[in-house]
Each structure stands twice: as structure tokens, then as C-alpha cells.
């Protein structure tokens, strides 16, 4: 996984990451390139701040699907008609919290109208099926996790569920407990007969991440395993 940014046009109050102004040192593309080179992942994640806010991000993917198959987290503002015609990642991660109002509340107030403009970017270039929403749950969308997946279903068939962790601006009041996440494991399930919901990190104590990723931060610190941010988002 690989946080190629710590900039973001936006400022969700429940980001892992912490997210807003760009680090001053930053990885270049040429130590990116030396990175993938060196390592040649078994997957890779590119994730931010917003990833498509950094120029080369074209050249990084592009240079990476050498390797090994890449996933984008996007907050989907960016995905425009000609960023979507570039973008040849294998599975674009964007991310929605809420129906309108509440994801107004949790992303900004523009935002639910830039995720359905990228979902028809990627469809009129031919990519709509390599989108996967991600949900991060939390106390505050809890009642409208699986209306998201309804109102988005038509459309979209993949989705991703991931559950609050208390980092970055994300309080630990907002966390979900673990018989919350479980009940809502078991009310999403009938949905996965006809859409492919996958579940991230811990939900109701059964279901673990093993920590074997390793996630390169911005500035080139690597730490072990998979951050909470690094699903969807942004």
C-alpha cells in the first residue's frame, strides 16, 4: 500500500489519514519507480490524501501495471472524463459515506454529485466495472450503510465495508462497537446474493485482517500492515 500524497481537496472530519496540506518530502515518481522495481509487490494500493491531486499519478500506475495489478482510492472529485480515460488501474476505489445528506455531513457538500459524475466518467470510458465503493461505517451512517448499496446497486456491483478506526481525525465516539458491526455484517449478507460486498478489517470480533501488507506513508516511512484509511479513503 502505498500513500503517495498526504493532499486532499477535502476535509472529512472521520479521515484516517488525517489529510489536507501535501508533506514536504513527499517520494518522487523516480523513487516510486525505484520502489516497485526493488520490492515487485505481490498487490498494490495507491492511496492518499487524494491520489489524483499528484500529476504523475498516471505514470505511477501505468509504470506499476508492469507489475502487479493496481487499486486506486479516490475520493471520486477527480475522476473526470479525461482522468477516467487515463486511469488504468484494475479496481478504482471511491469513496461514499452516506445517501446525500449525510455523506453532505461526513465528505462535503458537493461531493455526492462528484461521485455520480465519476461513476458516469468511468462508464462512458468503459470502466464501470472496475469501481468499488467503499463504506467506511461508523455510529453516524450506521441507519444508511445498506440503503447506500440500494441506491448505488443499480449501477454498481462491488462495494466495500470498512469499519471506523479512532486515527487520524476519526474520534473513537464514532466507532462502531463490535455488536454493532456485527449486526450489520448479518443485515448486509442477503445483499451479497447479488452484489460483491467485501468487509475490511474487524467486524464483531470474527472477522481480522492479518497484518502481513505493509503500507509506505508519503514520505517514505513504512509501517506494518494494512491502515484504516487505506480502504477507501478519502
Request: aromatic share 8%; with cysteine; hydrophobic share 40%.
Amino acid at each position: 500500500i502505498l500513500e503517495i500524497t498526504r493532499a486532499c481537496n477535502y476535509g472529512c472530519p472521520q479521515c484516517g489519514a488525517g489529510a489536507g496540506e501535501s508533506l514536504r518530502n513527499e517520494l518522487t515518481k523516480e523513487e516510486i519507480f525505484s520502489l516497485l522495481t526493488k520490492v515487485r509487490p505481490d498487490h498494490f494500493a495507491i492511496t492518499g490524501g487524494e491520489p489524483l491531486l499528484r500529476e504523475d499519478v498516471f505514470e505511477i500506475i501505468d509504470f506499476a501495471n508492469r507489475f502487479v495489478r493496481v487499486r486506486l482510492n479516490t475520493n471520486g472529485s477527480l475522476v473526470t472524463e479525461s482522468a477516467a480515460l487515463r486511469l488504468n488501474a484494475a479496481e478504482v476505489l471511491i469513496s461514499v459515506d452516506g445517501l446525500p445528506e449525510k455523506n453532505a455531513a461526513l465528505r462535503g457538500e458537493d461531493n455526492f454529485k462528484h461521485i455520480l459524475a465519476a461513476l458516469d466518467n468511468m462508464e462512458a470510458a468503459g470502466k464501470l466495472n472496475r469501481v468499488r465503493l467503499c463504506i467506511t461505517a461508523s455510529k453516524e451512517n450506521l441507519g444508511e450503510v445498506r440503503g447506500i448499496i440500494e441506491y448505488f446497486s443499480p449501477r454498481v456491483r462491488k462495494f466495500g465495508i470498512g469499519k471506523l478506526a479512532p486515527i487520524g481525525r476519526a474520534g473513537r465516539d464514532r466507532m462502531l462497537s463490535r455488536r454493532e458491526a456485527a449486526e450489520l455484517y448479518f443485515r448486509l449478507l442477503p445483499l451479497r446474493l447479488r452484489n460483491s460486498i467485501s468487509f475490511y478489517f474487524e467486524f464483531g470480533g470474527f472477522l481480522r485482517v492479518v497484518p502481513r501488507d505493509l503500507t509506505v506513508l508519503a514520505d517514505g516511512t513504512i509501517v506494518p500492515g494494512e491502515p484504516p484509511s487505506s480502504k477507501a479513503a478519502r
